[in-house]
């Protein structure tokens, strides 16, 4: 399977505990996206990578967060000091260089994320 | 005012029933997602436009840049079409996406 892959699932953890998740996107593409869903809302946008460049971050995102993507193929999401209010659904998502003629993100399945 | 606005929020059909999904968004944009979401599993995406309109089998998708507007046809609907639907416009020429909050279909037999 070649799609986006993200690692683990699922994790729980204790608040104050550090996390860090895994996405590996399609391996042509270049770009790659950080979002953040609670149950029954949308995705909300965190962050967004151009090859190994941080393009833009949400102002969602509080200094406990991280992202990398240190060679432009997998990336990492940190939460530090994880609260309560962290429990989502983490996506991350991929697509071709920009200005592709027939661009489509790929979603990963996510990390299901629970504080206690 | 959230800058992505579908309607409905919710949607019940009976099967064979035409739907029609609406986004308007408030921003520019130079492209936009229609995305479908299944209860419990991953986002697939259906279709980018920027332009125009798109058919992939049942799934109609339009758009009027000028109105600000899209939205999303499904024909003969079916059981198997219940999900969210996700409207997701890249903000200008940024890769930045803003989402809806998403119309969640239920298409009963």
């Known amino acids: 399977d070649t799609g986006v892959s993200q690692d683990p699932r699922h994790k729980i953890t204790k608040r104050g505990q550090n996390v860090t998740f895994r996405c590996d996107p399609i391996s042509e593409h270049n770009r790659l996206y950080w979002y953040r869903q609670t149950l029954g809302q949308g995705p909300e946008f965190l962050t967004y990578f151009q090859n190994e460049a941080q393009l833009e971050k949400s102002r969602l995102l509080s200094d406990r967060f991280s992202a990398e993507r240190p060679k432009g193929s997998f990336s990492t999401l940190e939460i530090q000091r994880t609260e309560q209010g962290d429990s989502a659904m983490y996506l991350c998502?991929?697509?071709?260089?920009?200005?592709?003629?027939?661009?489509?993100?790929?979603f990963g399945s996510g990390t299901q994320l629970s504080v206690l | 005012k959230n800058e992505v606005e579908q309607s409905p929020q919710n949607l019940t059909a009976q099967e064979g029933e035409f739907i029609t999904i609406n986004c308007s968004y408030s921003v520019g944009i130079s492209a936009l997602h229609w995305l479908q979401q299944h209860p419990g599993g991953g986002i697939v995406s259906l279709f980018m436009?920027?332009?125009g309109k798109k058919k992939h089998g049942r799934l109609i998708a339009t758009i009027n840049i000028q109105e600000k507007h899209s939205s999303l046809h499904i024909t003969a609907s079916h059981p198997r079409d219940s999900a969210v639907y996700i409207c997701?416009?890249?903000?200008?020429?940024?890769?930045?996406?803003?989402f809806g909050q998403g119309t969640t279909l239920q298409v009963k037999p």
């Open positions: 997701a416009v890249h903000s200008g020429n940024t890769g930045k996406l803003i």
């Open positions: 998502a991929s697509s071709p260089t920009w200005g592709a003629t027939n661009e489509k993100l790929f």
């Open positions: 436009l920027s332009s």
